[in-house]
């Protein structure tokens, strides 16, 4: 029995409460961005305490339903409270949907007689901040290099706060990185290599570009990577091609592989030399992890928090930025080429890029919160 097993069975219990792991409530619906840091740092937890019990807050909208219930956790529904990015009539309407909110978010954690709240942003941690105030201890993470409004609710009242990067906004942030899967922080690339590029169909023996964007914003990349396709396969560099769901391949050539959408993302990793693709605070935690150099190409809109997301890796010589009105085929040949056909510029940005990450997020933030349990215990 481990240290942490020890703690929290039997030896940090509040009066009155019987001897069991802590019940640890995680807040990050929505979007993938906020559910699989959630979801990566529940793993760390129950890894660390194994009698630990997680509950999920979510809600039917996104891909809370999808995502949480098939990792094995609980997931209890809390009414959606989306915050208006500008003023609008759904403004006047928010406070009676947080309050809705947060009255059944105190009623999960009295059902799951909660010892802590880690909340990770988006629409459903702004209620969870609130039904926890003052009843149960909060931990709040960031991923993204500038807080979004839940998070710096949440922050005011927190007994820790977390951030992926240096300069988030939320004041004594401690800087931990984005609590990652283990499949993807543990990845043996060069020993998975030639089976993942058998899955995908990918040659053997050829440098292999990987590029996504997701749904949304891919279609800048698609249309740039089509016009490039042709000059990478003369320079004997394949492609491994996520366009989107709403997207559209390039045309098909041998030693193009195009997918909708790859579900097997470490095998991806592994079968890649480099990466092209957008730069949020996931897929750049992501790629730096397994030690890939990437092209990263901010989406244009929102705050710029994505070209933030990466300029800690590009400053490490780990990555590129390129703007993305000026992402062109041109401009992915003049990148890419030069790159994926020097082995030793591959590798000593693949280092960099490896150095500037926390593959140990994990942890680091579940052994926060089990410190905050340790202290109010």
């Known amino acids: 029995m481990n240290e942490l097993t020890q703690r929290f069975d039997v030896g940090s219990r509040a009066p009155g409460k019987s001897a069991r792991g802590p019940s640890v409530v995680i807040a990050g619906g929505g979007s993938a961005g906020h559910i699989e840091p959630a979801l990566a740092f529940a793993d760390a937890v129950v ?23 098939a990792r094995g956790y609980p997931l209890e529904l809390i009414p959606p409270v989306p915050l208006p990015r500008r003023p609008s009539g759904d403004l006047l309407k928010l406070p009676g949907r947080v ?96 089976r993942a590029r058998h899955l995908f169909g990918l040659p053997r023996g050829e440098p292999v570009l990987l590029v996504f964007g997701g749904s949304q914003g891919a279609r ?65 935690a992501e790629v730096s992890a397994v030690g890939l150099p990437a092209v990263y190409v901010p989406l244009p809109h929102g705050n710029g928090e994505q070209a933030l997301n990466a300029q800690p890796v590009v400053d490490a010589g780990g990555g590129l930025l ?20 020097n082995p030793a510029r591959l590798l000593a940005m693949g280092r960099a890029a490896r150095a500037s990450g926390h593959a140990d997020a994990d942890e680091r933030l579940a052994r926060m919160a089990l410190d905050v349990l340790a202290v109010r215990a």
């Open 47 to 69: 890894r660390l305490v194994p009698g630990a019990r997680i509950t999920a807050l979510g809600t039917e909208r996104g891909l809370d339903t999808t995502l949480i219930p």
């Open 99 to 194: 309050r809705g909110a947060v009255g059944r978010v105190r009623e999960v954690l009295a059902a799951v007689d909660a010892d802590l709240v880690v909340g990770f942003g988006g629409y459903v941690a702004l209620p969870a901040y609130l039904g926890a105030r003052g009843r149960v201890p909060i931990v709040v993470h960031e991923a993204n290099a500038r807080a979004g409004l839940a998070n710096k609710v949440g922050a005011r009242f927190a007994d820790r706060v977390a951030a992926a990067v240096p300069g988030s906004g939320l004041s004594a942030a401690e800087v931990v990185g984005i609590p990652l899967r283990r499949s993807v922080t543990t990845l043996d690339r060069p020993g998975l290599r030639l």
């Open 322 to 341: 390129v703007p993305d009105d000026q992402l062109t085929g041109e401009r992915v040949v003049d990148e890419l080429a030069p790159l994926l056909t």
């Open 220 to 284: 800048t990349l698609n249309t740039a990577l089509a016009a490039a396709l042709p000059r990478l396969r003369r320079a004997g560099i394949a492609v491994l091609h996520a366009y989107g769901k709403n997207g559209t391949p390039a045309d098909p050539m041998p030693g193009y592989v195009g997918l909708p959408y790859i579900d097997q993302m470490h095998m991806a990793y592994a079968a890649a030399d480099a990466v092209l693709g957008r730069a949020g605070a996931m897929t750049v």
